[in-house]
Nanobody
Framework: QVQLVESGGGLVQTGGSLRLSCVAS????????MGWFRQAPGKEREFVTA???????LYADSVKGRFTISRDSAKNTVYLQMNSLKPEDTAVYYC????????????????WGKGTQVTVSS
């Protein structure tokens, strides 16, 4: 059974940084696309970023140049470094994984974590 556990969320001021982590278990980590979605209050869940097993990355336009995704196969962990945070980045961030490619991942994933809250104050 796949389990994804996020950590690293919190409260930060505009312009600040946070690093989210997601530890995966119950899967062959190197075979999966890993990534992040987010959901703000009153809005639908949206794609943020994904990274394939070979290191291919994909970002939503709203986070390009500010967020960086990476993965450590030795630790079964995916990271999301978030810099220059804005109030509109406030959301619950969900780690997800899928066996399809990064471009398919944009439309949804197979397995999900429970989420971690990120709040950016103005």
């Amino acid at each position: 059974q796949v389990q994804l556990v996020e950590s690293g969320g919190g409260l930060v001021q505009t312009g600040g940084s946070l690093r989210l982590s997601c530890v995966a278990s119950g899967l062959t980590f190197t075979g999966y696309v890993m990534g992040w979605f987010r959901q703000a209050p009153g809005k639908e869940r949206e794609f943020v970023t994904a990274i394939g097993w070979s290191g291919t990355t994909l970002y939503a336009d709203s986070v390009k140049g500010r967020f960086t995704i990476s993965r450590d196969s030795a630790k079964n962990t995916v990271y999301l470094q978030m810099n220059s945070l804005k109030p509109e980045d406030t959301a619950v961030y969900y780690c997800a994984c899928d066996l399809r490619g990064v471009y398919s991942f944009r439309n949804g994933a197979t397995d999900w974590g429970k989420g971690t809250q990120v709040t950016v104050s103005s």
